[in-house]
C-alpha cells in the first residue's frame, strides 16, 4: 500500500505515513458479492474432546524454563573487563603547569617585542611538554600578527598619497609623513 500523499511504501496496519505523517485513511470496504443463498459452515464440534485449562500456581511457573528459541540464532562474543594499569609517577616533562604561569605568559605575550623574547627563550629553555606547546603556539600568532603588521605597513605608505587626496578633498586634513 502506497500514501496518497508522499507515494512512499506503508503498511497495512499504518495509520499515519511513517515518511510525511499524512493519516492514512481507510480504504472503503468492497461488499463482497455471496451467493443467494446464505451457507453456514456445519462442522460439528465435540465439546468433550476439548481439555479444561488448568490454573498454574506460582511455584509451577517459576519452575519452567522460558523458551529462547528465538535468541539461539543470534551468535554473540564474549565480553572481558579491561583493567587500567596502575597510574605510576608523573616525570617532570609531564607535569602540569599551573593557571598563574598561563596568566604571566598571556600578559607578556600580548606585549609586542617583550613577549616575543618570552616565548622565544621558553622555548628554547622549558622542560614541560605543555608550556613548551603553549608557547610555540603563541609564536606561531606572534608571527602571524607581526606579518600583517608589515603588510599593513607597507600598504600604509604605498596609498599615503591617495588618502591624503581624499582627506584633504573631503575633509580638510592632510597626513604628512614623519620620515
Not at 605568559?105 to 622542560?127: H, T, Y
Not at 607581526?146 to 580638510?172: K, P, Q
Request: charged fraction near 20%; proline fraction near 8%; charge should be negative.
Amino acid at each position: 500500500m502506497n500514501c496518497k500523499s508522499c507515494g512512499a511504501e506503508i503498511t497495512e496496519q499504518a495509520t499515519f505515513c511513517t515518511n510525511c505523517g499524512t493519516k492514512i485513511e481507510e480504504p472503503a470496504a468492497i461488499p463482497l458479492t455471496e451467493d443467494k443463498e446464505d451457507k453456514e459452515l456445519d462442522i460439528p464440534v465435540d465439546l468433550e474432546e476439548i481439555p479444561e485449562a488448568k490454573e498454574e500456581t506460582p511455584e509451577e511457573k517459576q519452575e519452567q524454563p522460558e523458551s529462547s528459541a528465538a535468541f539461539t540464532d543470534v551468535p554473540y562474543a564474549p565480553y572481558t573487563v579491561a583493567v587500567a594499569p596502575p597510574a605510576g609517577p608523573v616525570s617532570p616533562e609531564n607535569k602540569p603547569v599551573s593557571t598563574a604561569v598561563f596568566f604571566w605568559l598571556l600578559l607578556f605575550s600580548s606585549l609586542p617585542v617583550i613577549g616575543l623574547f618570552v616565548n622565544i627563550i621558553i622555548v628554547s629553555r622549558a622542560e614541560r611538554v605543555s608550556l613548551k606547546n603553549f608557547c610555540i603556539a603563541m609564536l606561531i600568532w606572534q608571527c602571524i600578527f607581526l606579518f600583517l603588521l608589515l603588510v599593513g605597513l607597507v600598504l600604509g605608505i604605498i596609498y599615503l598619497d591617495y588618502v591624503n587626496d581624499f582627506l584633504s578633498r573631503y575633509f580638510d586634513i592632510m597626513i604628512l609623513p614623519q620620515f
